[in-house]
Every structure is written in C-alpha cells, then in structure tokens.
C-alpha cells in the first residue's frame, strides 16, 4: 500500500472518529419536558410521550421529515465541516493538513464551476479512443490500478 495512501487514510479515520467526540453539555435522552402531560397515555401515547418535542421542533421547510435523528446527523455534519476547516488552516501534522485541504477543494465550488469539464478532458479522450474489448479491458485495468474504478463502478458518472 503506498505510504501517502496509507498515511492519509489513517487522518482520514482519525478525523472520522473525533466527530464522535460527545459535546461539553450532558444530554437527556428521556426528557419529561418533551413529554405532554395533558394527554392521557392511554387516549393518545405518542402526543403524550412526544407532544411537547413535536411542537418545541417543527419540520424546517427545507426537510420533509424531522427527528432526533435528523438533528444528531445535522449536528455531527456541523462538526464535521468545522473540523475538516480547522485542520487545514492548522499546523497539524502533513497529513491531517492534507485531509483538510482535500475536503476544502471539494468544498471550492467557484473553482470547480469554472474549471468546468476541463479535469475530465484526458480520461473522456482516453475512453473515447476505446474501439475493440481488448482496449475496454485494458480501460478497466488502468481505471482499477490507478483508483478511478472502484468496486466495479466508475467514479467518472456515466461510465461502467
């Protein structure tokens, strides 16, 4: 495996599981504040095991549905983001910079918006010039080899 792959991979995780990292503030799980203690848990459960929560949170517009999960998942891609943009601004080590400045050129869409197709251009020529099984096959190898097919998909959309 080659060392910058490897070295990579391993901030890459790293950085994946510090966003586990719980917040300072102790969360309860089961809070009576959410509950609606007007409603009988026999007429209506789930209005009086959630009803407050219901109306403290609604659905914001840009959601169709909304949760605890949802806000969890809202939160850990918050800290994510935070994270990736702390550490290429960081002196960290190499390869926690690097992790952070791969997530950031993604992240640059005036650039990849100008740049346009233009990257794509030597692989879209390379494949254009594919005429018998054989140069496919061969596509397929160099794609496998050099971490364009994965899986046996592609990762340029609409090929394989």
Known sequence: MNINFKNTFIAAVAIFLLSFIPPDKKRKFIDPANMDMSVKPGDNFF??????????NPVPASKTRWGSFGIIDEDNTNRLHQLMEDEARSSAPDKFRQVGNYYLSGMDSVTIEK????????????????KTVDDILNEMAYERVNGILRRGRSSLPGFL
Do not use: D, V
């Open 115 to 130: 740049s346009g197709y233009q990257p794509l251009l030597p692989h879209l020529e390379r494949i254009n010039k594919l």
């Open 47 to 56: 209005i009086y095991a959630n009803g407050n929560w219901i109306r403290k």
